[in-house]
């Protein structure tokens, strides 16, 4: 009974659960400052870096330069810089030529078409869709329509594809053919061959030259008239033949040196990929009776899934800001040919047009940040459902 009593009596506080005191109080409140104080430094320079140029330049986009006396001055013109690029004086520099396509173009369009439809069908009946997914995939949706619409436009006889469209053509495929060459040269690799070691170190150098001696390399190489492969060009009869006086060809040159340079990269993270892949399952697999193709194609690629999706992501951002092969090997050309985004905004920042090399790289991001964000996107689904 006096047990039951002493149980129902007041309760005792623990000497851990006691009300903070005010010195207490004060001794947290002063640690967190302590944090932000240190932190602080590294917040102020992030900001410097990165925030506060980013949103001068927005402003620089939606102004125009004027030289004053003593100086200059910049005007505020609105949207009138974008405006100029879509739909003004430079929407053909910048978008291109627009000329009916073939029927072969319609039809990738309709399956492209299609392709959105299906998802954003599937994603309202999947049950898990919410007003704001909705609204985000029908937004991008619509801009992966309007491009596919731009590029069977611009790419059919008689149209010509602007800057925006060759960049985008330099990003896929040159990112389709490096990742093919870097995981063929991978799996070599791995591989109990002779010369496997030695040709790592080979396949590295290209990583080894800046990008401009790789642009005056192929400038060298892609003489038919005096250059050091001169014999073969004559050999084959393309003697005193211009690249860069072909759109394609100029294109062509652009996207081989650039594969020439970028593949090492891709071959070299596959490479430590597939050396990191457990053996267990394979040895499994061949007791089982299982061919290469099949080991490859439900053993290896799925483990190398992640990793190519992050190497790709890296690959794809940088290919957006190629400029040194465009400049120095073809110049741009022929006209603007082969001029990339960046070379667009830097040769238009050569003029003087402030502004309009801003609203340039302004869409640049936009294009870069919806082509990553939805490539992020994709994948993130298909792991998930792997």
């Known amino acids: 009974m006096a047990v ?63 030289f004053a006396r003593g100086g200059f001055e910049l005007t505020f013109v609105g949207l009138n810089n974008y405006a100029k690029l879509l739909v003004g004086l430079d929407r053909d520099h910048f978008l291109g030529v627009l000329a009916a396509p073939l029927p072969l173009g319609w ?3 309709g399956a492209v078409a299609g392709w959105l439809i299906f998802g954003l069908v599937r994603y309202v009946r999947s049950g898990t869709a919410t007003p704001s997914g909705l609204l985000g995939r029908v937004i991008s949706s619509l801009i992966a329509a309007g491009g596919a619409w731009l590029i069977v436009h611009t790419l059919s006889p008689e149209g010509r594809p602007g800057t925006l469209m060759v960049t985008l053509i330099y990003v896929f495929v040159g990112i389709v053919v490096q990742y093919l060459l870097g995981l063929l040269l991978a799996m070599l690799c791995v591989q109990h061959i002779a010369g496997r070691r030695f040709s790592r170190v080979v396949f590295l150098i290209p990583m080894m030259i800046t990008p401009v001696g790789v642009a005056y390399l192929f400038r060298m190489l892609t003489d038919t008239s005096k250059g050091p492969l001169f014999p073969i060009w004559k050999a ?39 050396e990191s892949q457990p053996t267990e399952p394979i040895e499994a697999a061949v007791v089982d009776g299982a061919n290469r193709r099949v080991i490859f194609w439900e053993i290896t690629l799925p ?9 790709i992501l890296i690959r794809l951002i940088e290919a957006f800001k190629i400029i040194d092969l465009p400049n120095v090997l073809t110049s741009g050309g022929p006209g603007t040919a082969s001029e990339s985004l960046t070379l667009h905004a830097y040769t238009i920042w050569r003029t003087l047009d402030i502004g309009g090399s ?14 990553a964000m939805s490539y992020t996107n994709f994948f993130r689904q298909r792991l998930a459902e792997a």
């Open 236 to 274: 084959i009869g393309l003697e005193n033949t211009s690249w860069v006086t072909n759109p394609w060809g100029a294109r062509a040159a652009v996207m081989i040196g650039d594969t020439w340079q970028w593949t090492p990269f891709m071959f070299i993270v596959l490479l430590a990929a597939l």
């Open 358 to 371: 801003a609203a340039v790289a302004y869409l640049l991001l936009f294009v870069v940040t919806f082509v």
């Open 4 to 66: 039951s009593a002493r149980t129902q009596g007041p309760a005792r506080s623990a000497p851990g659960l006691e009300p903070p005191t005010f010195l207490m109080r004060l001794q947290a409140r002063l640690d967190r400052m302590a944090n932000s104080a240190f932190i602080m430094p590294a917040v102020l320079v992030v900001l410097f870096l990165s925030i506060f140029p980013l949103i001068v330049s927005l402003y620089v986009s939606m102004a125009r330069l004027k």
């Open 303 to 311: 483990a190398i899934l992640p990793v190519s999706s992050t190497l």
């Open 107 to 109: 039809l990738v369009f």
